[in-house]
Nanobody, 127 residues
Framework: QVHLVESGGGLVQAGGSLRLSCAAS????????MGWFRQAPGKEREFVAG????????YYADSVKGRFTISRDNAKNTVYLQMNSLKPEDTAVYYC????????????????????WGQGTQVTVSS
């Protein structure tokens, strides 16, 4: 099991940027593929971005492709989500999650693959 804590959320105007961080503790961080999900009020949780264990493979939801970048620093046990050109529809609670049994080549986009979740951080984008 790995313990995850997100930070970096806040209020930003449309077009602005935020960088989310997710610090992990517990089991060896580098064995996990990591993902970012989000949930807006009244909507289901959705996949945003994922990254493989060594950072070599990444995957993005179409809605954020070209605007968001996921990265990780295994030496710091941290995964990041750089969010640029933010839109009001990006407003949501953002969660990081750890996949303990990742496919060697494919990053999972389904929440069921992720066993451990952070508490979430609120991102609000004003128009």
């Amino acid at each position: 099991q790995v313990h995850l804590v997100e930070s970096g959320g806040g209020l930003v105007q449309a077009g602005g940027s935020l960088r989310l961080s997710c610090a992990a503790s517990g089991r060896t961080f580098s064995v996990y593929a990591m993902g970012w999900f989000r949930q807006a009020p009244g909507k289901e949780r959705e996949f945003v971005a994922g990254i493989s264990r060594n950072g070599g493979n990444t995957y993005y939801a179409d809605s954020v492709k070209g605007r968001f970048t996921i990265s990780r620093d295994n030496a710091k046990n941290t995964v990041y989500l750089q969010m640029n050109s933010l839109k009001p529809e990006d407003t949501a609670v953002y969660y990081c999650a750890a996949d303990p049994f990742p496919h060697p080549l494919v990053v999972s986009t389904t929440s069921a693959a992720y066993n451990d979740w952070g508490q979430g951080t609120q991102v609000t984008v004003s128009s």
